[in-house]
């Protein structure tokens, strides 16, 4: 939590996991809550203006093309760029199967796209559909990212890797973030979400890097962008 003008502001970093979702928020300064829950709708308050919330997982579609945001971040990333999928337009996204998807993708952009990437459809289908609901922000955050500006560049060290995990956890340890012991299987996606915290702090404090710095829109009107 922090205090911005007089006024409490709740921050909290999602990140998914097997079998769900995982939430990691500032209780107090310095220490971290975990929770973690099936769906967002059971794990975040709907109803709280108060909540700035960041999660790892692509918001807003193109129509047509790829999305800017992935492109840019790519190019950021270095050594960790393959973290970050190229996200192919909504019309994709509707489609039954990874096979028919890939075909609509290069009607649509002239290239197909990876069944890593597929994989996400069915929570990216939910963070859209939350994001149309919800009533407090929610924004895109890259994990990698996050970790690199704590760092002050690209982690060479994969988070697959135990020497990547550890430096993870000591990257946010100097940030003041104490992550509390999770079992070893959740261990990488609770470090994911605490640094998507660390950015929503810095969006809820006006500091966070937007990129595109003019962001692209969706077709309601909503910004596609990523944060960090």
């Known amino acids: 939590m922090i205090t911005n003008a007089g006024t409490s502001i709740r921050v909290t970093g999602v990140d998914a996991c097997r079998g769900g979702w995982?939430?990691?928020?500032?209780?107090r300064p310095g220490v971290a809550a975990v929770r973690v829950a099936a769906s967002l709708a059971s794990l975040l308050p709907r109803c709280d203006p108060s909540l700035v919330v960041a999660i790892d997982m692509p918001l807003g579609l193109a129509e047509s093309g790829w999305r800017?945001?992935?492109?840019?971040?790519?190019?950021?990333?270095g050594p960790r760029r393959s973290s970050v999928f190229a996200i192919p337009p909504r019309a994709v996204w509707a489609e039954p199967d990874y096979a028919a998807a890939s075909r609509r993708c290069r009607e649509l952009t002239g290239k197909g796209f990876s069944a890593q990437t597929w994989g996400l459809r069915v929570k990216l289908l939910e963070a859209n559909a939350y994001r149309e609901t919800c009533r407090h922000r929610l924004y895109e955050v890259h994990p990698e990212l996050s970790f690199g500006?704590?760092?002050?560049?690209?982690?060479?060290?994969?988070?697959h890797t135990a020497a990547g995990r550890g430096l993870r956890r000591d990257l946010l340890d100097a940030a003041g973030i104490a992550v509390p012991a999770v079992p070893a299987g959740l261990l990488g996606d609770v470090l994911d979400a605490a640094a998507v915290a660390w950015s929503a702090r810095?969006?809820?404090?006006?500091?966070?890097?937007?990129?595109p710095g003019r962001p692209q829109a969706d077709a309601r009107g909503r910004e596609i962008a990523i944060r960090y």
Do not use: C, Q, Y
């Open 22 to 27: 995982v939430a990691v928020e500032f209780d």
């Open 68 to 77: 800017e945001a992935d492109l840019l971040a790519r190019g950021l990333l």
């Open 149 to 159: 500006a704590m760092a002050g560049g690209p982690l060479w060290e994969s988070k």
């Open 202 to 211: 810095r969006i809820a404090a006006g500091r966070a890097v937007t990129i």
